[in-house]
Nanobody, 125 residues
Framework: QVQMVESGGGLVQAGGSLRLSCAAS????????MAWFRQAPGKERQFVAV????????YYEDSVKGRFTISSDNAKNTVYLQMNSLKPEDTAVYYC??????????????????WGQGTQVTVSS
């Protein structure tokens, strides 16, 4: 089992930045991949980015490329999502997720085995 706890959400003005953290615990193997998803009210959960646990591979959803950066710190068992140039349409609950191996095409929620409880990000215009 893997447990994950997100933090770092909040209210920010458009153009601002936030850094989300996802602290993972439990049985985490080097093959694992960690991802961020988001879900806005009334919408489906959407893939944002994924990174291999080693940190050497990553993949982003098109709308966040160049603005968001996913990274990992294995010593702290933590994955980060640095979000810059935030837009009102980035407003959502952001979830951390894990699966047992990395695959860049794993962009559907059902492809992930473990989830955090989510953290709210609100971007005002």
């Amino acid at each position: 089992q893997v447990q994950m706890v997100e933090s770092g959400g909040g209210l920010v003005q458009a153009g601002g930045s936030l850094r989300l953290s996802c602290a993972a615990s439990g049985r985490i193997f080097s093959s694992y991949a960690m991802a961020w998803f988001r879900q806005a009210p009334g919408k489906e959960r959407q893939f944002v980015a994924v990174i291999s646990w080693s940190g050497n591979r990553s993949y982003y959803e098109d709308s966040v490329k160049g603005r968001f950066t996913i990274s990992s710190d294995n010593a702290k068992n933590t994955v980060y999502l640095q979000m810059n140039s935030l837009k009102p349409e980035d407003t959502a609950v952001y979830y951390c997720a894990a699966r047992t191996f990395y695959r860049s095409s794993a962009t559907r929620p059902q492809e992930y085995d473990y989830w955090g409880q989510g953290t709210q990000v609100t971007v005002s215009s």
